[in-house]
């Protein structure tokens, strides 16, 4: 058996160097397709049926540092993206672990339903790409291509979980505050005073936590003003 061809996912063949070439040239070509591509404000590559890149807009070569295109021509995504499951069994795709990647099953999905969309987070070892992945089926000059556009949900993650936090400590917060309230309602007054000062802590928590997802809002929107001031170490 050829041992290139072993996977445990998607299927490992590969498309020739010239192959690869040529395909490019016939996207290169189609100048309306190229002015579509470059002019959508996403990263945006084409790949041919073995899923290897046979075209890739400027904004996919910014965020892998490539030179240009011939840094990424012939590879798959994970691959471009330095995954760390893209280059065991026979590269991206084709390990155990891609089985759960959303990229992939888009690629494999969008054969058959024409478009598919899915999240996945590649990581390489220094950094995490969370995306969003949009997978279209096309055909250029009668051939078959896939259409991948990449969206980076890394701060909507991020504000996902901050915001999940903040719920969660305001509802327990309250859940306290209405739990004091209640205990109140049933005590005399000289038994009051220190459910009473344990409620006003509980307010003043309350509004701390607000103000806090406050700040970490505009700080995450890049429109928090810093308030600086001067302190004395001792």
Same mark, same amino acid.
């Given at each position: 058996?050829?041992?290139?061809?072993?996977?445990?996912?998607?299927?490992?063949?590969?498309?020739?160097?010239?192959?690869?070439?040529?395909?490019?040239?016939?996207?290169?070509?189609?100048?309306?397709?190229?002015?579509?591509?470059?002019?959508?404000?996403?990263? !945006?590559? +084409?790949?041919?049926?073995?899923? =290897? $890149?046979?075209?890739? @807009?400027?904004? /996919?070569?910014?965020?892998? #540092?490539?030179?240009?295109?011939?840094?990424?021509?012939?590879?798959?995504?994970?691959?471009?993206?330095?995954?760390?499951?893209?280059?065991?069994?026979?590269?991206?795709?084709?390990?155990?672990?891609?089985?759960?990647?959303?990229?992939?099953?888009?690629?494999?999905?969008?054969?058959?339903?024409?478009?598919?969309?899915?999240?996945?987070?590649?990581?390489?070892?220094?950094?995490?790409?969370? !995306?969003? +992945?949009?997978?279209?089926?096309? =055909? $250029?000059?009668?051939? @078959?291509?896939? /259409?991948?556009?990449?969206? #980076?949900?890394?701060?909507?993650?991020?504000?996902?979980?901050?915001?999940?936090?903040?719920?969660?400590?305001?509802?327990?917060?309250?859940?306290?505050?209405?739990?004091?309230?209640?205990?109140?309602?049933?005590?005399?007054?000289?038994?009051?005073?220190?459910?009473?000062?344990?409620?006003?802590?509980?307010?003043?928590?309350?509004?701390?936590?607000?103000?806090?997802?406050?700040?970490?809002? !505009?700080?995450?929107?890049?429109?928090?003003?810093?308030?600086?001031?001067?302190?004395?170490?001792?």
């Amino acid at each position: 058996m050829d041992n290139s061809l072993l996977t445990c996912f998607a299927p490992a063949e590969r498309s020739s160097q010239d192959e690869i070439q040529r395909q490019y040239k016939v996207i290169a070509e189609n100048k309306d397709l190229i002015s579509i591509l470059n002019g959508i404000p996403s990263m !945006l590559s +084409v790949l041919d049926m073995n899923r =290897q $890149v046979v075209f890739a @807009n400027q904004l /996919i070569l910014d965020m892998v #540092d490539a030179n240009d295109i011939n840094d990424v021509l012939g590879k798959r995504l994970g691959e471009i993206f330095g995954c760390q499951h893209a280059f065991s069994v026979n590269g991206c795709g084709t390990s155990e672990n891609c089985s759960a990647c959303g990229a992939v099953r888009t690629m494999l999905a969008c054969r058959t339903n024409g478009i598919s969309v899915d999240e996945c987070s590649l990581t390489n070892g220094a950094a995490t790409f969370d !995306l969003r +992945v949009h997978s279209t089926f096309t =055909q $250029v000059n009668g051939e @078959n291509f896939i /259409i991948c556009a990449l969206y #980076d949900v890394g701060d909507e993650k991020r504000r996902g979980i901050m915001e999940r936090m903040f719920f969660h400590d305001i509802l327990n917060t309250i859940n306290s505050i209405n739990g004091i309230a209640q205990i109140l309602q049933l005590l005399p007054p000289d038994k009051q005073s220190t459910y009473t000062s344990l409620l006003n802590q509980l307010i003043v928590s309350l509004a701390d936590e607000i103000n806090a997802h406050r700040v970490l809002t !505009l700080a995450e929107k890049q429109e928090y003003v810093l308030n600086k001031q001067k302190v004395q170490s001792l």
